[in-house]
């Protein structure tokens, strides 16, 4: 059973890196009109060129897998600002789709809290889909798709579960076929657990990304021994490794809040139950020191009897 490790967005140690830099629209609509795509311009150039050096970093340290930031563009989906992000960057986007291709990186976005499909208003699920379209134009720009995913949670309850559920695969159908191919589920850590996003995700044939800390947090008396061949078997229509979210508790009173690093004693039980499947899996790590913490949980892994580090970024069971 082999395991390929990734983070997200921040490469920590790489001086001046972030691929998040931000024009916000109090900023912007302050700025002369003809200042303010070149603004724009300015720091999506900025974005893309320090996600190529964090890619090129990845490549260094053979680590497989990477989130983009959801932030590379500024401003991307305001309603008041509409501006061509792809054609100007034509060739940069290209440029980091060739390293991923070249060096068979496994990339992802995750949307942000607000991309949701359970909102009684329109407006919200409007919002939805016209978020998922720009992230799924970034990952078209660097002709990455078919590697890639987007992933999203299912949304609040609204005071009633079920109901709520029912809206969800109503509002979906909003969101185009090309486009909804391309995303994932991901069990949450207040309310949906995992055996309700497995169920969702088997009606709506998306694959499901198992978050541990979030099924800890939010058992509701679900054994993940029962159902981890069924989530990784909804992966199997896009023929892509399954991928899950590791991280573990800031603290008992801060449980759902991600460390800085990753407890591998809280990880292992779930280590014991993936070995029995003995299945392939990547594991995307979600804590506050992002390539640090992926790469210490690596070597914590990597001391384990029976484990064997074969990368820089990956290892076997």
Not at 23 to 51: C, G, M
Not at 231 to 247: A, C, D, G, Q, Y
Request: negative net charge.
């Amino acid at each position: 059973m082999k395991i390929r490790f990734g983070y997200v967005a921040n490469a920590l140690g790489l001086w001046d890196a972030s691929p998040s830099k931000t024009l916000n629209f109090a900023r912007y609509s302050k700025l002369p009109e003809e200042k303010r795509l070149d603004n724009l311009i300015y720091v999506t150039a900025q974005n893309l060129y320090h996600t190529k050096r964090i890619l090129c970093y990845n490549i260094a340290h053979e680590i497989a897998l990477y989130r983009f930031s959801s932030m590379l563009v500024p401003l991307a989906t305001h309603p008041e600002v509409s501006w061509d992000y792809i054609t100007p960057f034509k060739e940069e986007w290209k440029e980091l789709g060739r390293l991923v291709k070249k060096y068979n990186l496994r990339t992802s976005f995750h949307p942000g809290q607000y991309t949701l499909f359970t909102s009684p208003r329109t407006e919200v699920t409007m919002n939805a889909v016209k978020d998922m379209e720009y992230h799924y134009r970034m990952l078209e720009a660097m002709d990455i798709l078919d590697t890639s995913i987007m992933n999203i949670h299912i949304g609040g309850a609204y005071g009633d579960k079920e109901h709520t559920l029912e809206r969800f695969h109503t509002n979906l159908k909003e969101l185009p076929n090309d486009i909804k191919y391309y995303m994932t589920l991901e069990n949450d850590d207040k309310t949906y657990n995992v055996k309700e996003t497995l169920e969702t995700c088997e009606k709506e044939k998306v694959p499901m990304i198992l978050d541990y800390h979030h099924y800890i947090a939010n058992k509701d008396a679900v054994e993940i021994g029962e159902f981890i061949e069924r989530i990784f078997n909804t992966w199997n229509h896009r023929e892509l490794i399954p991928k899950v979210h590791i991280s573990s508790p800031k603290s008992a009173s801060a449980f759902r809040s991600h460390a800085d690093y990753v407890d591998v004693e809280f990880v292992l039980p779930f280590l014991e139950v993936a070995k029995e499947l003995n299945h392939n899996f990547d594991i995307m790590i979600e804590a506050k020191q992002k390539n640090l913490a992926m790469h210490q949980l690596v070597e914590d892994i990597a001391k384990i009897r029976g484990v064997k580090r074969i990368s820089g970024a990956s290892v076997e069971i």
